[in-house]
């Protein structure tokens, strides 16, 4: 690709940087960031491969969200305070159409998320794959881990789950719900909605937490495995959004298998109150693995590999 | 791809974490690293792509290597402490032998380069794609950054350079020196060494540095860009191995245009010693853009895109 492409593709990026935490940005060999004294860096990466991760006939504008979401949502489950965000982008050709409307959906994500974008890098290959780093603060001892749960804490879950399992099954054309459940539903699969603001109210709080990208079921056995107890599921107490409530047995199987929401799941000791938005699904106890009502589960939930 | 063979991956990867600055590594939803008191961050990300960056048939052990190398290359370049990486690592199969060769070369560099591995993801995806993301730290204010050379200074390189672009010309059986020759340079292409000790050494002393990956001109030109003046080199003067010593004006022409040598390339002012390995190959002036031996000179380096 000739270098005038080359700079093409850094004019798209160049404005998403800017942000007090931000010292250095784009263009130089690295970026400079100043972390809150005191407080550690939180740091995740995650990758994104079209045909994998979102359908090919994805809007760019949607991959572009969904990318950066994605990421954020796992400061969110650390309980970390965002600060900024890189970005490697591997791409066959310079798609000027392509890269208009992925950045602008980056760009408001980031700034929905509070991630200015510090830096990056843009290759050629022969697929699209999108790796975005995110990185984050939280004072030294205070995020929130997976092996925290201790029996007697309830377990907690933000928003609705199995959305965009149920997102999935439409794109698939697997299920066919009326246009404005499925409308709500695709919204929910292209731009999920990092708990950012939740995951700091939790620090103090919450004893275990992470982020609902594998499946409810999925997720709660790797907080259980961490910890070393058992995660009992009341079945009837999970949130479903109206389309899920109505589509029945399926909806909740969504709800405990799929994945791809990126709310929090968390446990919190009994005598902590139930932030706002928040449902309590079950309880922690001694022993280990999880059930539903009482009968074993497995964490049959999506796999990303 | 199965969980099993997910679960593998991780397995390959779980070893190569632990180092001071890692409070928490691979296995939560982000790692934490603990920064040197009064120290800004340094972040940069680089991606491997298979068939763009290196043959297909490069052996795993080097790919692993290299793509460490090439990422601490930057932090080298802004006078950094290495603290750790990460890896986003997208593969078509999990193909066990070339996991197992890749995270061996991946573990020496990371141990070579005081990297240690601090959380990663790993995705299917229709083609190799390796995206490194490295960490390090240094005093707010002491970081090497491009913008930096003033008229005046020496403009100095570590090294030898050129010895990539000859090994990518044997590669493509363009260029056949000798067999001992050739291993030198395929070595030097294949585990190149990122100057993170030197680096170091430089902060307070040059005025602007970066690393020789796109080429030695292209990369000056990036300096000579960013703080405004004229770079002129001593072509007589570049620091060659003896294998382009011995191949004429086609060894100057693959030092000054050729890409992925790693070294660093700085500017110092006149009072300041040259430090040992390095040479002055030119000086700052005032004005801008390049010449060799008194040439206008343009910075036709190797493009990544």
Do not use: K
């Not at 609705?160 to 719900?177: C, F, K, N, Q, S």
């Not at 079921?217 to 259980?224: E, Q, R, S």
């Not at 495995?225 to 009341?234: F, K, M, R, W, Y």
């Amino acid at each position: 690709m000739s270098s005038n492409e080359f700079d093409l593709i850094r004019r798209y990026f160049w404005g998403l940087g800017g942000g007090e935490a931000i010292r250095l940005g784009i263009g130089d060999d690295a970026a400079l960031l100043d972390l809150p004294p005191g407080e550690v860096l939180v740091a995740s990466v995650d990758t994104l491969v079209e045909g994998v991760h979102y359908p090919e006939d994805t809007f760019p504008e949607d991959v572009g969200y969904r990318a950066l979401a994605v990421a954020a949502s796992d400061l969110a489950a650390m309980g970390a305070s965002p600060l900024a965000c890189t970005l490697a982008l591997t791409l066959p050709a310079a798609d000027e159409l392509w890269l208009q409307a992925f950045s602008e959906g980056l760009a408001r994500a980031c700034a929905d998320c509070g991630l200015p974008l510090a830096g990056g890098d843009t290759t050629r290959g022969p697929a699209t794959v999108i790796t975005i780093q995110v990185f984050g603060a939280c004072p030294a001892g205070a995020a929130l881990r997976r092996d925290g749960a201790r029996p007697g804490d309830r377990v907690c879950v933000t928003g609705t789950v199995g959305d965009a399992a149920a997102a999935l099954a439409i794109l698939e054309e697997r299920w066919h719900p009326g246009p404005e459940a499925a409308a709500v539903l695709l919204e929910r699969f292209n731009r999920p909605t990092p708990r950012l603001a939740l995951g700091e109210r939790l620090r103090g709080a919450a004893t275990a937490a992470i982020d609902v990208s594998d499946g409810l079921l999925a997720d709660l056995g790797h907080i259980a495995a961490a910890s070393g107890v058992a995660i009992a599921l009341d079945s009837a107490a999970l949130p479903l959004s109206p389309a899920l409530a109505a589509a029945g047995e399926q909806g909740r199987a969504w709800a405990l298998g799929g994945g791809d929401d990126y709310e929090l799941a968390f446990t919190l000791p009994a005598e902590a109150a139930l932030p706002e938005g928040c449902t309590h699904i079950g309880e922690v106890r001694e022993g280990s693995g999880l059930s539903v009502d009482g009968e074993p589960a497995d964490a049959s939930g999506y796999r990303h590999f």
